[in-house]
C-alpha cells in the first residue's frame, strides 16, 4: 500500500522574544485534540507546494504563496499496526504570508515559541524532527510507530 502523501506548512515569525512558530489545535479527524502543524492531503494533481497553501488556506485563513515557501524535507510516517496510516509528509516552512490566523472547523491556530514546544501536546514524534525543520534545516526521517500507533518505536535519519 503506498502511502499517503501529505504536505505540512510551519509559519515562522521573528518576535522580541524569539522565533515563533504557528501550530493549531486539531479539532477533528486524525490527531484530534493534539497540538500539530496545519497541513493534510496532496490532491490528485497538486504539487506538495500546492497543498500546503491550500491547507494553511484553509485551515488557518492564511495566504501563502508557493514561491514563498521553504522546502524542509520529508517524513515517512509507518504504522505497522495500520499500514493504511501511512504517510509521506513534506515538510516547509514560511516567513511571508497574508493575513491573521483564525480558527476553522479544523485546527485553532497559536503562536508557540520554537525553543518551547508543546510537545506533551504533539504526536510523540515532533521532537524527532520538528525541531530540525524550525532551525531551517532539511529532514529526511523515518519514524515508525508501536502497536499503539502513539508511542515512536523508532526514528532514523536518512541525511548524512
Do not use: Y
Not at 507546494?49 to 510516517?77: K, M, N, S, W, Y
Not at 480558527?103 to 510537545?119: N, Q
Request: hydrophobic content about 40%; overall charge negative.
Amino acid at each position: 500500500m503506498e502511502p499517503a502523501a501529505v504536505a505540512l506548512c510551519f509559519l515562522l515569525r521573528d518576535t522580541p522574544d524569539g522565533a515563533e512558530v504557528m501550530l493549531g489545535v486539531k479539532k477533528t479527524g486524525f490527531g484530534s485534540g493534539k497540538v500539530v502543524g496545519p497541513g493534510g492531503h496532496v490532491e490528485a494533481g497538486e504539487t506538495d507546494a500546492i497543498a500546503a497553501c491550500r491547507e494553511i488556506h484553509e485551515e488557518a485563513g492564511i495566504t501563502v504563496r508557493p514561491e514563498d515557501l521553504q522546502d524542509a524535507g520529508v517524513v515517512q510516517f509507518v504504522f505497522p499496526a495500520r499500514p493504511e496510516w501511512n504517510m509521506s509528509a513534506r515538510m516547509f516552512t514560511a516567513r511571508r504570508w497574508e493575513g491573521e490566523p483564525r480558527e476553522s472547523d479544523e485546527i485553532a491556530p497559536a503562536w508557540f515559541s520554537t525553543r518551547a514546544l508543546p510537545v506533551e501536546r504533539m504526536w510523540q514524534d515532533a521532537d524527532h524532527w520538528l525541531p530540525v525543520v524550525l532551525e531551517g534545516r532539511r529532514v529526511n526521517v523515518v519514524v515508525t510507530l508501536a502497536t499503539d500507533n502513539e508511542t515512536v518505536a523508532s526514528s532514523e535519519s536518512l541525511l548524512p
